[in-house]
């Protein structure tokens, strides 16, 4: 009888099909959501806001946010402050193209008002990036935190 030499055409075959469905399990896994894109912005925006208010506190002038289309802006209420600190007057997009903001609370309020002073009233910003949504609130004591789901 003759020895065996090699694999067959069924035992190579079974290993590429290993390798491919191990391939698509990590691929799918490292995938990075909407969820996961819209979480990084909401950090980011909490970082920001946060030091916002730390800023208007020190300055003694109220900054205002304003979420548009591309991004959003922060500015000084008084165009006439003489502040001029990195944060304020400018204007920043998104990191993720189709993310989008929408203050809630206050209700109807077309800018978010950030200090000077120390307690503010509750405010909350919903973030949305395709179907993915979250807030971002603050009980106007505390710093800005990442909420998820319904309020």
């Known amino acids: 009888m003759r020895a065996h030499r090699g694999f067959i055409l069924l035992e190579l075959m079974v290993v590429v099909a290993l390798i491919a469905l191990a391939t698509a399990t990590v691929v799918v896994g490292l995938r990075d959501s909407h969820q996961d894109r819209l979480e990084t912005e909401a950090l980011r925006l909490g970082a920001m806001l946060d030091a916002a208010r730390a800023q208007s506190r ?48 206050p209700a109807g309020a077309p800018v978010l008002v950030l200090g000077p002073e120390p307690l503010t009233p509750p405010q909350r910003i919903e973030l949305s990036l395709g179907e993915a949504r979250l807030s971002l609130v603050t009980d106007g004591l505390g710093p800005f935190s990442v909420q998820r789901g319904s309020p």
């Open 58 to 105: 020190t300055s003694g002038v109220p900054l205002l946010w304003q979420p548009d289309a591309e991004g959003f802006s922060l500015r000084p209420a008084d165009a006439t402050a003489a502040t001029t600190a990195s944060t304020t007057g400018t204007r920043k997009g998104w990191l993720h193209a189709g993310t989008t903001a929408q203050i809630v609370q």
